[in-house]
């Protein structure tokens, strides 16, 4: 055997090793991928989600979704089973999809919508890093007409909302209403000029009043045409 066949030998050799190593790290990365992704059937239909096998320390205040003995419960600030990380969906009996989102450690995350039964949208909203509503949120009815619209932030309602055709300001969660008690900037601006022209009336009346009255000399003089006319 020449140097040249040798060398082909060797180099065919390494691609049908590496390739083999190749293959072999896809089939164990597509068990992993099996053995983490969970179908649950049951008589509300079926849930297809995806668990995570790492144990985070659990937050105060933050809801858990997590797996266990083939069901997913929630509970708050801590947890006891295989978290849920990855895409969540819900089906109903009749394998119609009635909602979607993503889990992160457990948390939802970003965007979740939900449908009714008959396909129409239900409900359209977002979830922040700590699983509260955030930024945009939506209800529709089965006629797809906009029944709720407005924004969270980090769990509390805020801003403009439409709520059943009227229109309501929330500030922190809290519906906010203006004091109507408390006058305005430009209103308190023209009081004052409006207080203005008073005090300067009031002014001149001053020097209206003085003006009647006699002076220093006027009076001097008037005393001793008095005392004049007393000694006549």
Same mark, same amino acid.
């Given at each position: 055997?020449?140097?040249?066949?040798?060398?082909?030998?060797?180099?065919?050799?390494?691609?049908?090793?590496?390739?083999?190593?190749?293959?072999?790290?896809?089939?164990?990365?597509?068990?992993?991928q099996?053995?983490?992704?969970?179908?649950?059937n049951?008589?509300?239909?079926?849930?297809?989600?995806?668990?995570?096998?790492?144990?985070?320390?659990?937050?105060?205040?933050?809801?858990?979704?997590?797996?266990?003995?083939r069901?997913?419960?929630?509970?708050?600030?801590?947890?006891?089973?295989?978290?849920?990380?990855?895409?969540?969906?819900?089906f109903?009996?009749?394998?119609?999809l009635?909602l979607?989102?993503t889990?992160?450690?457990?948390?939802?995350?970003?965007?979740?919508q939900?449908w009714?039964?008959n396909?129409?949208?239900?409900?359209?909203?977002?979830?922040?890093?700590?699983?509260?509503?955030?930024k945009?949120?939506?209800t529709?009815?089965?006629?797809?007409?906009?029944?709720?619209?407005?924004?969270?932030?980090?769990?509390?309602?805020?801003?403009?909302?439409?709520?059943?055709?009227?229109?309501?300001v929330?500030? /922190?969660?809290e519906?906010?209403?203006?004091?109507? !008690?408390? *006058?305005?900037? %430009? @209103? #308190?601006? =023209?009081? &004052? $000029?409006?207080?203005?022209?008073?005090?300067?009336?009031? /002014?001149e009346?001053k020097?209206?009043?003085d003006? !009647?009255? *006699?002076?220093? %000399? @006027? #009076?001097? =003089?008037? &005393? $001793?045409t008095?005392?004049?006319?007393?000694?006549?």
């Amino acid at each position: 055997m020449n140097k040249y066949a040798l060398v082909s030998y060797v180099f065919f050799g390494f691609l049908l090793v590496s390739c083999g190593t190749q293959n072999e790290y896809l089939s164990h990365d597509i068990q992993d991928q099996m053995a983490l992704k969970k179908i649950i059937n049951d008589s509300l239909g079926q849930q297809v989600l995806m668990i995570t096998h790492k144990e985070p320390r659990p937050k105060k205040g933050i809801s858990y979704a997590w797996y266990r003995n083939r069901s997913v419960r929630t509970t708050a600030s801590n947890y006891s089973g295989q978290l849920l990380n990855g895409p969540y969906e819900q089906f109903d009996t009749d394998h119609i999809l009635v909602l979607k989102g993503t889990y992160k450690k457990g948390v939802r995350r970003g965007r979740w919508q939900q449908w009714y039964t008959n396909g129409v949208l239900k409900k359209e909203l977002h979830y922040d890093a700590r699983g509260r509503l955030h930024k945009s949120y939506k209800t529709y009815a089965e006629t797809q007409q906009l029944v709720q619209k407005g924004k969270y932030r980090h769990g509390y309602k805020n801003g403009i909302w439409i709520e059943a055709g009227d229109t309501i300001v929330y500030k /922190k969660g809290e519906v906010f209403v203006k004091d109507t !008690l408390k *006058p305005s900037l %430009f @209103k #308190r601006i =023209f009081k &004052k $000029k409006d207080t203005i022209p008073q005090a300067t009336s009031t /002014k001149e009346q001053k020097k209206a009043q003085d003006s !009647l009255r *006699p002076n220093f %000399f @006027k #009076r001097l =003089f008037q &005393k $001793k045409t008095k005392k004049s006319s007393n000694t006549k």
